[in-house]
């Protein structure tokens, strides 16, 4: 990993770390560790009064698990546990991939503080996450994305033929460094670069 820089300011964008993504609608996942550095991240961010944004998907498909209403709409409990009663943070809601399109106004909200920094956790790595990643990178901001503080799910090709999750995340890792949208790293790494910046 090259060097990291996290900025005093920089943001941490939790995406969608709802319970409906516990259920097996969504098939088999990789990285069992995700929940555990999300939680991590959070109380980093926490104990050192830095921004959190937390984005929750209300989807607007008829019997989506994550359909406002449902019970897999609601946060993962790790989320308000990590964040504790007194953490600020900012709630945005959206119906798309990108966290971009949500209320309130991401890129105001960020502009508005000089936020020049985001960095991306949650659920799905080579969904929200990435889209998300890839418009902050055209935006212009600095992206950060701990690849092991997320994670995905197989997925059927055009051609029938399932792509492994573990696939679909190291395709994304190559899709945001080759693509230059991102900075892929790892937990540990951002948790070391806190403590000693």
């Known amino acids: 990993?090259?060097?990291?820089?996290?900025?005093?300011?920089?943001?941490?964008?939790?995406?969608?770390?709802?319970?409906?993504f516990e259920d097996a609608y969504w098939g088999r996942r990789d990285n069992p560790a995700a929940e555990e550095n999300i939680a991590a991240l959070i109380r980093e961010w926490g104990a050192r009064r830095r921004p959190v944004?937390?984005?929750?998907?209300?989807?607007?498909t008829p019997g989506s698990p994550l359909a406002p209403g449902?019970?897999?709409?609601?946060?993962?409990?790790?989320?308000?546990?990590?964040?504790?009663?007194?953490?600020?943070?900012l709630l945005v809601t959206k119906?798309?991939?990108?966290?971009?399109?949500?209320?309130?106004n991401l890129h105001?909200?960020?502009?508005?503080?000089?936020?020049?920094?985001?960095?991306?956790?949650g659920i799905q790595t080579n969904m929200c996450n990435e889209?998300?990643?890839?418009?902050?990178g055209n935006?212009?901001?600095?992206?950060?994305?701990?690849?092991?503080?997320?994670?995905?799910?197989?997925?059927?090709?055009?051609d029938g033929e399932v792509v492994t999750a573990e696939e679909l995340t190291r395709a994304t890792a190559a899709n945001l460094h080759h693509g230059g949208f991102a900075q892929v790293v790892r937990t540990a790494d951002l948790?070391?670069?806190?403590?000693?910046?």
């Open 1 to 20: 990993m090259s060097d990291i820089h996290i900025e005093h300011n920089a943001a941490l964008i939790v995406i969608d770390v709802q319970k409906a």
């Open 53 to 60: 944004v937390v984005v929750r998907h209300d989807s607007r």
């Open 70 to 89: 449902q019970p897999g709409n609601e946060l993962k409990d790790l989320v308000g546990e990590a964040l504790g009663p007194d953490q600020e943070h």
């Open 95 to 104: 119906s798309v991939n990108s966290a971009f399109y949500g209320e309130p």
């Open 108 to 121: 105001e909200w960020l502009s508005d503080r000089e936020i020049g920094q985001i960095v991306i956790v």
């Open 131 to 136: 889209t998300t990643a890839r418009m902050g």
């Open 139 to 158: 935006l212009g901001y600095r992206v950060l994305y701990p690849i092991d503080a997320m994670h995905t799910f197989d997925a059927i090709g055009p």
């Open 191 to 197: 948790v070391n670069a806190m403590a000693t910046g």
